[in-house]
């Protein structure tokens, strides 16, 4: 048997040389786990283990057609023991990513407007925008520090009229802050009110609570980027009413005037289903438990301590979020002053070879808060966005860490950000694009930079 291995654990790719503005090459260092995270090499085998058995699911009577539906199979299973749900009555569904299985959940669900879902300043764009779109949202604030006392979201719940469901993130895709989701849930249930809980950020760092109703999750940011998501929730949610996809697989009998929808999970898996996503999630699901919680939350808990105490220590960066004696998962966000964070970025791109993101990160009610942003300033930005001007689009900087981060990537992180906050002055001028807001290279300097650009913002309008 293989030794289990002990994070920092191995991503394929890691260390990649790529080109610095100096002409040196330097290894690539990713900071950006809670964007996505490479593969796992385990994943990359149970998929190359796969391919060469791989044929269609649930409908063919060949040998090869059987190995993989009972793959497929073996990771839904694989995904409801992961959210500790493989005893009760619970269905997983395999679908793209968390936006998928929350707007298949927002869909399932038959919302209308005189329906109240409480949700958080603090969401992700996937966990407020498909519930303000089905319903009425009514959130729940946070304080400069970014976070909310579970007694702010009990008056949320007990506010008139009566919520028909509560969405809150299990951890911040900005500030890595993860809300108090036990006595929360708890509070909802006491109300009957059922839970959602966004767990795209949580999922590869902390066991998932068992008590939310409905949890979703992403494979692409737990070492499985192969396009597999999950939802789980109850079966008896799923067995009444329209599945959110109509067509071959989810049905019992059609005639053109009558449809027997089949019962759950397949009746809301309609099309042909992602089996290699789904096997390299089950892939990826396995390694974490060899590894064990306790060895990875131990890791993080290390590395999110180095990253954000490093960070609020350089003289002129300002950590965004809770203070550094507050837990959280490994992500610090942060401006440095006097520098716009797409040059910060850029900038340890070209001269570091590190990789982070910057903006708004999908989460702008957030941001906005965080950065102490007013009405003013958020409407003379709109303006200038509606004009196509992104010169000056708010933002920050990300840096996030995961399975294959070591300390010493921290230091070089530290190091290189310190450099850039102390004045350091850029090797060269800089240009700025305003279609894109991003800082470019001279083309002289790094074609590179500019030829994979292909049009596309870094810092995407999210
Ligand atoms: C907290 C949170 N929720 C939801 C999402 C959406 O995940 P996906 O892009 O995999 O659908 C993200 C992605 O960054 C996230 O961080």
């Known amino acids: 048997m293989d030794p289990i291995a002990v994070p920092p654990i191995s991503l394929v790719g890691d260390g990649l040389a790529v080109a610095c503005a100096d002409g040196r090459e330097r290894p690539y260092l990713s900071f950006d786990a809670a964007a996505s995270t490479a593969a796992l090499p385990s994943v990359v085998a149970r998929v190359e283990e796969l391919l060469p058995r791989y044929s269609s699911v649930h409908r063919g009577a060949g040998y090869k057609s059987q190995v993989t539906t009972a793959a497929y199979e073996g990771a839904r299973a694989a995904a409801l023991a992961f959210a500790g749900r493989d005893g009760a009555d619970d269905i997983a569904i395999i679908c793209r990513n968390t936006t998928e299985a929350i707007n298949h959940l927002a869909y399932r669900l038959r919302l209308d407007r005189t329906d109240v879902v409480v949700t958080t300043v603090v969401e992700h764009h996937a966990n407020l925008l498909p519930w303000s779109r089905a319903a009425t949202c009514r959130y729940v604030e946070c304080g400069p520090d970014g976070t909310f006392e579970p007694a702010d979201v009990e008056r949320a719940l007990a506010a008139s009229p009566a919520p028909r469901l509560l969405a809150i993130t299990g951890a911040s ?5 993860q809300p108090a989701i036990g006595p929360i849930v708890e509070a909802a249930h006491a109300r009957g009110v059922p839970v959602v809980l966004d767990a795209a950020q949580l999922a590869p760092h902390r066991p998932l609570p068992r008590t939310p109703d409905f949890v ?23 067995s009444d009413g329209d599945p959110f996809l109509a067509g071959g697989g989810a049905v019992d009998l059609v005639d053109l005037d009558e449809v027997a929808w089949t019962a759950p999970p397949d009746r809301e ?15 990826a699901i396995d390694e974490l438990a060899a590894a064990g919680w306790p060895a990875l939350v131990a890791h993080d808990r290390r590395l999110a301590a180095l990253l954000r105490n490093g960070l609020g220590e350089i003289d002129g960066v300002r950590l965004l ?14 401006v440095v002053a006097g520098m716009p964070h ?4 850029a900038r ?68 290189a950000v310190a450099s850039l906050a102390s004045g350091e002055p850029p090797p060269f001028a800089y240009e700025l694009d305003p279609a894109t807001g991003d ?11 500019h030829e994979l650009r292909d049009g596309a913002a870094s810092c995407s309008p999210g």
């Open 269 to 283: 898996e309609a099309g042909s289903p992602n089996v290699v996503g789904a096997v390299a999630l089950h892939a």
């Open 348 to 415: 340890l791109s070209v001269e570091h070879a590190i990789g982070v993101r910057h903006g708004c990160f999908c989460a702008h009610p957030y941001l906005v808060r965080l950065l102490g942003l007013g009405r003013a300033d958020v409407e003379r930005f709109r303006g200038e966005i509606g004009r196509g001007d992104r010169s000056n689009t708010p933002g920050a900087v990300r840096a996030s860490a995961g399975i294959n981060t070591g300390e010493r990537d921290v230091e070089r992180l530290l190091q």
């Open 321 to 334: 979020g809770p203070p550094t004696d507050v837990e959280t998962l490994p992500v610090a966000t942060f």
């Open 173 to 177: 895709n900005i500030t890595g802050w």
């Open 342 to 345: 797409a040059l910060v970025a």
């Open 216 to 238: 979703a999750f992403s494979g692409h940011k737990m070492y499985a980027p192969f396009g597999a998501g999950i939802l789980v929730g109850p079966r008896a949610a799923f």
């Open 439 to 449: 800082y470019l290279p001279p083309v002289e300097v790094a074609p590179w930079a």
